[in-house]
């Protein structure tokens, strides 16, 4: 499954498309993009499952970042954070499930800072 | 701010706190001296050339997950740089307690590095990946 990217400008747009989109991209590609400029990562939301505090996030919490791919491997195999699941699907994917992909979003988290 | 006694700093790799692990903290900022000494001159004249930075942090190794060897074992394997954060105290940032902000590639893993009868200590070394260099944010 790919990761949701947004576009930063009306040029990104054009190079991408409008809005959030899905892409599979390898962490090259990822961060060719990403030192681009045209495109940000579109912030998903984790759950800190180790005892070590993540992103000024206590055990248990969750907080929501824009994690490259290798930051975000480093942390899942490192046991610290899990993807809290559905919170950012793409919408047409949501919608495939039946899911409301806004509803589905936890209420309590925060944004990490420096992510 | 007074002179202080460092007790309680904060050390984010990757965004994890791993202070409690962490016994010694370096921090390098440092500019190239580039030599533009002419004809006529008669001491050396030296300008400041490209920046460079590096973080060295000194662990007390911890194999348990989420941890030490699991933070810092698969970003010796990666070519993006992670984010390495150090604040005087673990407050939050502030004036008085700026943080040194790197994003940094992890160059030296040394996993083991003692002798018996010792705590089981090793170097972590990272150095700048990222033309911003060091930052030091006060919030």
Same mark, same amino acid.
């Given at each position: 499954?790919?990761?949701?990217?947004?576009?930063?400008?009306?040029?990104?747009?054009?190079?991408?498309?409008?809005?959030?989109?899905?892409?599979?991209?390898?962490?090259?590609?990822?961060?060719?993009?990403?030192?681009?400029?045209?495109?940000?990562?579109?912030?998903?939301?984790?759950?800190?499952?180790?005892?070590?505090?993540?992103?000024?996030?206590?055990?248990?919490?969750?907080?929501?970042?824009?994690?490259?791919?290798?930051?975000?491997?480093?942390?899942?195999?490192?046991?610290?954070?899990?993807?809290?699941?559905?919170?950012?699907?793409?919408?047409?994917?949501?919608?495939?499930?039946?899911?409301?992909?806004?509803?589905?979003?936890?209420?309590?988290?925060?944004?990490?800072?420096?992510? | 701010?007074?002179?202080?006694?460092?007790?309680?700093?904060?050390?984010?790799?990757?965004?994890?706190?791993?202070?409690?692990?962490?016994?010694?903290? &370096?921090?390098?900022?440092?500019?190239?001296?580039?030599?533009?000494? *002419?004809?006529? /001159? %008669? @001491?050396? =004249?030296?300008?400041?050339?490209?920046?460079?930075?590096?973080?060295?942090?000194?662990?007390?190794?911890?194999?348990?997950?989420?941890?030490?060897?699991?933070?810092?074992?698969?970003?010796?394997?990666?070519? &993006?740089?992670?984010?390495?954060?150090?604040?005087?105290?673990?407050? *939050?940032?502030? /004036? %008085? @307690?700026? =943080?040194?902000?790197?994003?940094?590639?992890?160059?030296?893993?040394?996993?083991?590095?003692?002798?018996?009868?010792?705590?089981?200590?090793?170097?972590?070394?990272?150095?700048?990946?990222?033309?911003?260099?060091?930052?030091?944010?006060?919030?």
């Amino acid at each position: 499954m790919g990761r949701l990217y947004r576009a930063t400008s009306e040029k990104a747009e054009a190079v991408y498309e409008p809005g959030e989109f899905e892409r599979d991209w390898t962490v090259e590609q990822e961060n060719d993009a990403l030192a681009s400029g045209l495109v940000e990562i579109v912030p998903r939301t984790y759950k800190v499952v180790g005892d070590s505090r993540v992103y000024e996030t206590a055990p248990g919490d969750t907080f929501e970042a824009g994690l490259r791919i290798e930051q975000e491997k480093a942390l899942v195999d490192g046991g610290h954070v899990a993807l809290v699941e559905d919170a950012k699907k793409p919408k047409a994917a949501a919608a495939d499930e039946g899911v409301d992909a806004e509803a589905a979003a936890p209420k309590s988290t925060r944004k990490a800072k420096g992510a | 701010m007074a002179i202080t006694v460092l007790t309680n700093a904060m050390v984010l790799v990757g965004g994890v706190d791993l202070s409690d692990h962490v016994s010694k903290v &370096t921090i390098e900022d440092v500019r190239a001296p580039v030599d533009v000494t *002419a004809m006529g /001159a %008669t @001491n050396t =004249a030296v300008a400041k050339g490209l920046g460079d930075a590096k973080i060295t942090l000194d662990f007390f190794q911890d194999f348990a997950p989420a941890k030490v060897h699991a933070t810092l074992q698969p970003l010796i394997g990666s070519s &993006t740089p992670t984010a390495i954060e150090v604040r005087p105290t673990n407050a *939050a940032r502030s /004036a %008085t @307690n700026p =943080a040194a902000l790197m994003q940094g590639l992890l160059m030296n893993y040394n996993m083991l590095d003692g002798s018996v009868g010792a705590a089981s200590a090793m170097t972590a070394e990272f150095v700048n990946g990222a033309q911003a260099g060091m930052s030091y944010p006060t919030s």
